[in-house]
C-alpha cells in the first residue's frame, strides 16, 4: 500500500496526473471514492481486495474528466471493466493511468488495454461462479422466474444499479426513453422485471463481474447473479468473455454464419 | 368531473383544429359537458394540463381570452411524446383538460396605462390571451403596441389574427421575421426582435411591458427595455418548467421556493431577478 | 404535546394487540424481515409475521402513505370516447405499527405537500384512515441526527400513540390523539395504569451535530458557488436512492399505462437527483449537471423549506447517508456547509 501511495504521490507532484482515484475510508464503516488533487489527501487511501464501489463508473463522467488526467488506484474489476470499456470505444489507451500491484508487491503503471490484459492474465485474475448461482442455475425456468419476481418485489426503482455500473453508460437509457416507452417508469412488479431483465440483456456478455450493482442496491437483490448468469451463457454459447481480452466480436450485436440458430438463414 | 379527484381532466372535444405554422397547430376545445362549459372560468396568464389518454400530459397556457366564453383554446408545437400524440388528433377527437392553474396578468392594476406586447415565436400564445382580453376591455387601457417576430413568414402563428391586430385602429402591430426569413412580398420588419424593439424606441412612461419569448430571445431583450427605461417591476414575463402535476405538489417545476405552476407562471423580472436560474 | 392519557403495555402484549387490530379489520403495516433477504421492510402484518422493532427500515413508512405506484385515474375507451371510471381510493382503517419518531414528524411534510389545496384525494384518505404507532428509539447510529433537525429519539410529534420502553417487559404508552385512545379501547384489558416511569433509562442519546439556522445562513451566500457544489457532489451517481429511502421527499411523477380497451394514470416515486427530473421535451435542461440537481437537494431541504413553510425538510433518520452506494452522506455535507467548508 505504501509503494502505491508514494507513486500516487510522486505523479500527482510531477504533474502526470491531475487526480488520483481510489478508496477511502468513509463514515460509519462505509467506503468511498478518493478524488484526491492534493498530496497530503492521499493519506486517506486505502487498498481494498473487493470493494463495494467499482471506480471505472467515475472515468466516463464530465465532471471528472474536467479534473484532469486521473491515476485510478485500480483492483482487478477496475481493470476488466476498463479492459471492456475500450473493447467498446469508451476507453482510449492512454487516457488515465491504473496503478497496481504485481505479484512482489512493485507498483505497476498500466495505460493502455494491451498492458493491462497482460497484467490481468499473469496475476490470475477469474471471476470465480459463486455458490448462490449454482443454486439459481439448478432451478428450472419456473423456479428462476418465481426467485426473480420475489426478489424484484423490493426494487424500488432507484437505478443506483445503473448509476454504479461502469457499462451503464448510455447518454439516454433504455428506461428514459418515452418514444417509445420501453420500460414502464413505474415500479410495480411487471416494470421491474421488464427494466431488470432488460438492462441484464443489454449487459450479457460485457459485464466484468464486478458486483457493484449488487453492493449499492438498497435492497439488498442479488442483481450479480442475473448477470454472472447470463455471462456463463454467452461464455459458453459464444466463447466470449467480458474484460477477458481486447479484441471483442459482441455476441448479441455481430452476426456469424455459423451461429447454431437457424432463424435468420 | 369530479370536483374531488384533482388528477382527473375535463372531457373535452376538438371542435377546430388550425395549422397555424410548421409544427404547430391550435385546438379549440368546446367542454363535452355542457354545465362544466358554461361554469368554467379562468383569468389571463392560466394554463392547463391537456391529455392525450395513454400517452399523458402537456402543460400549455390558455392561449384564448376568458372573455370568450364556452371554449378554451390551446396552441402548441410538436416536441415529444405526449405533443406528437396530440398532433395527431382530428376534430371530434376527445382530449382531456386540468385546469385553470397558475397565477394571472394583474390586468386589473393596469387600466389607464400603456401595453407593449413583446412575443417570439411558439411564445406569442401566452400573450396572446391577454392582449385579446385587453382588446375586449379596450376602453380600460391608453396605447396597446404589439412587437411580434418569427424565425420565418411560415413560423408566425396567428397568421389570421395578425392581419385583425393590423387592421384595428387602435393596435400598433409590428411584425418581423430573423434576416433571411422574408418573403419576396414581405411588408413587416426584418430583424431579430431586440434589435427591432430598439429602433421602436418605445416609451416607458405608464407602460406595461409583457415579454414572452425563447430563452435567447428574452436574454436579448431584457436588457433593451432596461436602456428604455422600464423597471423590474413593470416588465412581465412567463417562465415554462417541465411540470407533471400542475398544482404544486409533484415539485418538478420548483425554482427556489416557488413553484411555477402555482406561483407562476406570470412573474414579474423583478421577482425573477430574486430567483435562481433554473428555469 | 400534552397526552390525552398514559398507560403502560406489557412486551408480551403486543402480539395480543396487533391481534385485536386485525380482528378490529385494521390493515397493520409493520417493519418485518423478508425471509432472508437483508433488510427490514414496512410491509402488511400478516397473522403469522412477526414486527421486527430492532432494525431500522431501508425504507421509511412513508409508502403507507404515499405508496410508490398509486393510481390516480381509470378509464376505457368506448369506440372514440373516454369514459370515466371511478377513482380507487385506499380507505381501508389502517395502523402504522413500529414507526419511528423521525418517520412519524416527518409526516407533516407530506401533510403541507398533499394536504395543501387543491387536496390530494388518495393521500386524504389513507392519512385520514391511518393511525400511527411510533416506538421511542433504544439505539441510534452516527448516521442519525434527528436532534439536530427539532427532531428526538423521545418526540412524539405526529404520533397517535407513542410507545416507550421503560422496563426490560414494559412500555409506556403515551395516548396522542384520539385516533390513539381508539386503539387503546380496542383492547382495554391489555394496558395497565401507568405511574411514575423513567422515561429515559431506554432512550438513545442523539448528540447534537449542527445547526439547521446555520446551514440556512450559508446556503444563501453559497447558492452561486458552483466549485463548491462540484466539490460536494463529485462521488454523487445520480441515482434516485436517497430520495426514495427518505421519509420527507414527496416528488413524483405522472405516468399514462394503457391498451387498446382503457388505461390508467399512475403517480410514481420521483427524484430530482435523476437528469430527467427537469428536462424539457425541447431537450433544454434547467438543472444539467449534477452539481445542480445536489445543490438542488441541499437548498429544498434546508433552505426553501424553510423559507417557504417554516420546516426543514429533513427528519435526520440518515437513511440517505445508510442507503447512498457512493457514501455522500448527507450529515457530512451539512456539518461542512454549517463550518463553511468543503
Given at each position: 500500500m505504501e509503494a502505491l501511495r508514494q507513486r500516487a504521490r510522486e505523479l500527482l507532484e510531477a504533474g502526470s496526473v491531475q487526480v488520483i482515484i481510489g478508496y477511502a475510508n468513509g463514515s460509519n464503516g462505509r467506503r468511498r471514492p478518493l478524488f484526491a488533487r492534493r498530496p497530503e489527501q492521499l493519506d486517506q487511501l486505502i487498498l481494498e481486495d473487493n470493494p463495494p464501489l467499482n471506480l471505472a463508473v467515475y472515468l466516463r463522467k464530465p465532471e471528472i474528466k474536467r479534473l484532469g488526467k486521473a491515476g485510478v488506484v485500480a483492483t482487478p474489476s477496475i481493470l476488466k471493466s476498463i479492459l471492456q470499456l475500450a473493447a467498446e470505444n469508451q476507453y482510449r489507451d492512454s487516457e488515465a493511468l491504473f496503478l497496481a500491484l504485481d505479484p512482489t508487491g512493485a507498483v505497476v503503471e498500466l495505460s493502455t488495454a494491451d498492458a493491462i490484459a497482460k497484467y490481468l492474465g499473469s496475476n490470475g485474475q477469474a471471476v470465480t461462479e459463486s455458490e448462490s448461482c449454482a443454486e439459481i442455475a439448478s432451478l428450472d425456468r419456473d423456479g428462476r422466474f418465481a426467485f426473480w419476481q420475489q426478489e424484484f418485489e423490493r426494487c424500488i426503482r432507484c437505478y443506483a444499479c445503473r448509476a454504479s455500473c461502469p457499462m451503464c453508460y448510455c447518454e439516454q437509457c433504455i428506461a428514459d426513453s418515452n418514444q417509445p416507452q420501453w420500460v414502464p417508469v413505474a415500479p410495480h412488479s411487471l416494470g421491474n422485471l421488464e427494466w431488470h431483465v432488460s438492462r441484464a440483456m443489454h449487459l450479457a456478455g460485457r459485464c466484468v463481474g464486478c458486483g457493484a450493482c449488487t453492493e449499492a442496491c438498497p435492497a439488498g437483490i442479488p442483481l450479480r447473479l442475473m448477470n454472472q448468469f447470463l455471462a456463463d451463457l454467452v461464455a459458453k454459447e459464444f466463447s466470449q468473455k467480458a474484460g477477458a481480452g481486447v479484441k471483442l466480436d459482441y455476441p448479441l450485436s455481430v452476426f456469424n454464419v455459423k451461429d447454431r440458430e437457424d432463424f435468420i438463414k | 368531473m369530479t370536483a374531488e379527484n384533482v388528477y382527473q381532466p375535463y372531457l373535452m372535444r376538438i371542435e377546430r383544429a388550425i395549422d397555424e405554422a410548421p409544427g404547430i397547430k391550435t385546438f379549440r376545445l368546446l367542454f363535452e359537458d355542457e354545465e362544466s362549459g358554461k361554469n368554467f372560468d379562468f383569468k389571463a396568464g392560466q394554463f392547463g394540463e391537456y391529455s392525450v389518454f395513454g400517452e399523458g400530459e402537456s402543460t400549455f397556457c390558455i392561449a384564448s381570452s376568458p372573455t370568450r366564453k364556452g371554449y378554451i383554446e390551446c396552441t402548441f408545437r410538436q416536441t415529444g411524446r405526449v405533443t406528437a400524440a396530440l398532433a395527431g388528433l382530428n376534430e371530434g377527437d376527445t382530449v382531456g383538460f386540468r385546469g385553470p392553474y397558475g397565477n394571472v396578468f394583474p390586468l386589473d392594476d393596469w387600466k389607464g396605462k400603456n401595453l407593449l406586447f413583446i412575443a417570439g415565436g411558439i411564445a406569442l400564445p401566452p400573450l396572446r390571451c391577454v392582449i385579446w382580453n385587453a382588446l375586449d376591455l379596450r376602453e380600460n387601457f391608453e396605447d396597446v403596441s404589439i412587437l411580434y417576430g418569427a424565425r420565418s413568414v411560415a413560423d408566425l402563428v396567428y397568421k389570421y389574427e395578425l392581419d385583425e391586430w393590423d387592421k384595428r385602429g387602435d393596435v400598433r402591430l409590428t411584425t418581423t421575421v430573423d434576416p433571411g426569413g422574408q418573403t419576396a412580398d414581405w411588408k413587416g420588419e426584418v430583424g431579430f426582435v431586440p434589435h427591432v424593439l430598439e429602433k421602436m424606441n418605445p416609451s416607458s412612461d405608464n407602460t406595461i411591458a409583457l415579454v414572452c419569448g425563447p430563452p435567447i430571445m428574452i436574454k436579448l431583450t431584457l436588457p433593451v427595455l432596461a436602456k428604455l427605461g422600464f423597471a423590474p417591476g413593470d416588465t412581465f414575463t412567463t417562465l415554462e418548467n417541465r411540470m407533471k402535476c400542475g398544482i404544486g405538489k409533484c415539485g418538478r417545476c420548483n425554482v427556489g421556493k416557488y413553484y411555477v405552476c402555482v406561483d407562476g407562471p406570470v412573474f414579474t423580472l423583478e421577482q425573477l431577478q430574486g430567483m435562481p436560474a433554473e428555469y | 404535546m400534552t397526552m390525552i392519557d398514559r398507560k403502560l403495555l406489557k412486551k408480551e402484549s403486543i402480539q395480543p394487540l396487533l391481534n385485536a387490530l386485525r380482528e378490529s379489520g385494521r390493515r397493520i403495516i409493520a417493519p418485518q424481515r423478508?425471509?432472508?433477504?437483508?433488510g427490514t421492510w414496512c410491509r402488511d402484518l400478516g397473522p403469522g409475521d412477526e414486527v421486527d422493532l430492532e432494525q431500522r427500515t431501508t425504507v421509511s413508512p412513508k409508502s403507507a402513505f404515499l405508496p410508490m405506484v398509486e393510481e390516480i385515474l381509470r378509464y376505457r375507451n368506448e369506440g372514440k370516447r373516454i369514459v370515466m371510471e371511478g377513482s380507487r381510493v385506499q380507505a381501508q382503517p389502517t395502523v402504522v405499527f413500529g414507526s419511528r419518531p423521525c418517520d412519524t414528524r416527518a409526516l407533516h411534510a407530506l401533510d403541507a405537500v398533499f394536504l395543501h389545496v387543491p387536496g390530494d384525494l388518495f393521500f386524504r384518505e389513507r392519512r385520514a384512515a391511518t393511525t400511527v404507532v411510533t416506538f421511542s428509539c433504544e439505539s441510534a447510529d452516527p448516521d442519525c441526527f434527528c436532534t439536530s433537525v427539532s427532531g428526538g429519539p423521545r418526540d412524539a410529534e405526529g404520533s397517535d400513540l407513542l410507545l416507550t420502553r421503560v422496563a426490560d417487559d414494559r412500555f409506556l404508552v403515551e395516548v396522542c390523539t384520539e385516533k390513539g385512545k381508539q386503539v387503546v379501547e380496542l383492547a382495554p384489558h391489555l394496558f395497565e395504569p401507568a405511574g411514575d416511569v423513567d422515561t429515559e433509562a431506554f432512550v438513545a442519546t442523539v448528540p447534537v451535530r449542527f445547526s439547521p439556522v446555520e446551514v440556512r445562513k450559508r446556503l444563501q451566500d453559497l447558492f452561486n458557488d458552483e466549485e463548491f457544489w462540484r466539490e460536494q457532489s463529485l462521488a454523487c451517481l445520480g441515482c434516485s436512492t436517497c430520495a426514495f429511502v427518505c421519509p420527507n421527499c414527496s416528488c413524483f411523477d405522472i405516468q399514462d399505462e394503457a391498451d387498446l380497451k382503457g388505461g390508467s394514470r399512475l403517480r410514481c416515486w420521483d427524484s430530482c437527483g435523476q437528469k430527467l427530473f427537469t428536462l424539457h421535451a425541447s431537450g433544454h435542461n434547467p438543472r444539467s449537471v449534477q452539481s445542480q440537481r445536489w445543490r438542488q437537494r441541499i437548498m429544498h431541504k434546508f433552505s426553501y423549506l424553510p423559507e417557504k413553510e417554516g420546516m426543514v425538510g429533513c427528519v435526520g433518520c440518515g437513511r440517505c447517508s445508510r442507503a447512498c452506494p457512493a457514501d455522500m452522506n448527507l450529515l457530512e455535507r451539512l456539518t461542512a456547509i454549517a463550518e463553511a467548508r468543503i
Open positions: - | - | 423478508s425471509g432472508s433477504a437483508p
